[in-house]
């Protein structure tokens, strides 16, 4: 199955996995990229030493071409002491016990941790890099006078604008459907919109977990899928049995838009700590400050596999996410269902 997007990343199966913190480590990586496909590390959740352990164990792994994930919000790269001054304040006030439970948000919670991440990377030169949130022009260049490729996500036609004048090479527009960080407007009316605005690839995201997902973006006129929540459900994923098996049981409604934890939209699993913050909403902080409220409910979530108040962000696909399987036969599976409804189709 080729496409724009095979052609400019260099890879056989138009499937991306996507750079989810915590949950797409080295593994993932490494298994959705030697399976054609392109694996994203969720290079958000390292601090800048386990950052780099970990791009080089996924070169050591793998000779295909692999992305990283950075979120570069002018909050998180600010210098301002000032900026910083409330997300201090929160850290400031954990318990000893909660800190060592912050591993996946330390670098969203440190002043300078998210400029050393970029030191890291630039150093490294991976193939692709994936930004989240903002698209610094400044930045972009840099990383093409290194032959990195620059994708962007992002939840609007309006991102997707400002994103392709900053000069990313590929879009990736997500639709409300999908887990973690998300938008208000549904992939099937996103994606579209994305591709009549913008002549770059359009990558489509949000509640695609299987071929279906795969042969519908591709008729909205995508060249290719950038996938989350199916690949918590994989072998080679981060994350307790409990939050797995969650995805593979539950149903779309079982998921909720929250800025309970992140201060940020963010689809996850709806639970005890999520409904009572439906009645707390204006007490909530901005991003990153909210992360120090509830950052250790990250870990609570992906590490301890607790249900009634762990961050557990999901996309509503986990409707048709039944089973959990290497990722590598998710990415050649989807590629073939997919070729095969065309095939149908094309009758
Ligand atoms: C557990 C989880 C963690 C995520 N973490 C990140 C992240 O660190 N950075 C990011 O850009 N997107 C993150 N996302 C969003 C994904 O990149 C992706 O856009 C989304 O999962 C696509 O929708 P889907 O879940 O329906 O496949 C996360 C999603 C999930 C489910």
């Known amino acids: 199955m080729k496409t724009r997007i095979t052609d400019l990343l260099g890879i056989d199966h138009p499937v991306l996995s996507a750079g989810m913190a915590r949950v797409s480590q080295a593994d ?11 694996g994203c590390l969720g290079g958000v959740s390292f601090m800048p ?14 000779n295909k071409p692999y992305a990283v994930n950075l979120l570069l919000p002018d909050v998180l790269t600010s210098d301002e002491d000032s900026s910083w001054a409330p997300v201090r304040e929160l850290w400031d006030r954990l318990s000893p016990a909660d800190r ?17 991440q970029i030191d890291v990377v630039m150093e490294a030169v991976p193939p692709v890099i994936i930004l989240t949130f903002a698209t ?51 992939t099937m009316a996103l994606i579209p919109g994305i591709v009549d605005a913008v002549s770059l690839p359009v990558l489509a995201a949000g509640g695609i977990t299987d071929g279906r997902g795969l042969a519908a973006a591709l008729s ?30 539950g149903q779309s409604r ?8 992140t201060g ?18 204006d007490e909530i902080k901005g991003f990153p400050g909210q992360y120090a409220v509830a950052g250790p409910l990250v ?36 590629v073939s269902e997919a070729e095969a409804i065309l095939q149908r189709l094309s009758r």
């Open 264 to 281: 940020k939209p963010l689809r996850a699993f709806r639970n005890d700590w999520t409904n009572a913050w439906e009645k707390r909403t």
């Open 220 to 249: 909205l006129g995508a060249d290719g899928v950038w996938v989350g929540t199916r690949f918590i459900a994989s072998d080679e994923a981060y994350g307790h049995e409990e939050f797995k098996q969650r995805v593979i049981n």
């Open 28 to 38: 993932l990586v490494v298994a959705v990229s030697n399976a054609g496909g392109m």
């Open 299 to 334: 870990e609570t979530g992906y590490q301890d596999g607790d249900l009634n108040e762990g961050m557990m962000p999901a996309g509503q696909g986990i409707q048709t996410v039944n089973k959990i399987l290497p990722a590598g036969q998710i990415v050649t599976d989807m």
């Open 136 to 186: 610094p022009k400044d930045f972009i260049t840099q990383c093409h006078d290194k032959g990195i490729k620059v994708g962007a996500l992002t939840g609007s036609i309006g991102g997707a604008q400002k994103a392709a004048e900053a000069g990313a090479d590929f879009i990736i527009g997500q639709g409300t459907e999908g887990g973690g960080h998300t938008g208000h407007v549904g």
């Open 254 to 261: 079982d998921t909720v838009l929250t800025k309970s934890y």
């Open 49 to 62: 030493e386990a950052l780099e352990a970990e791009i080089r164990d996924i070169k050591a792994r793998c």
């Open 100 to 116: 060592t439970k912050l591993k996946g948000v330390e670098a969203l919670l440190t002043q300078g941790a998210v400029k050393n």
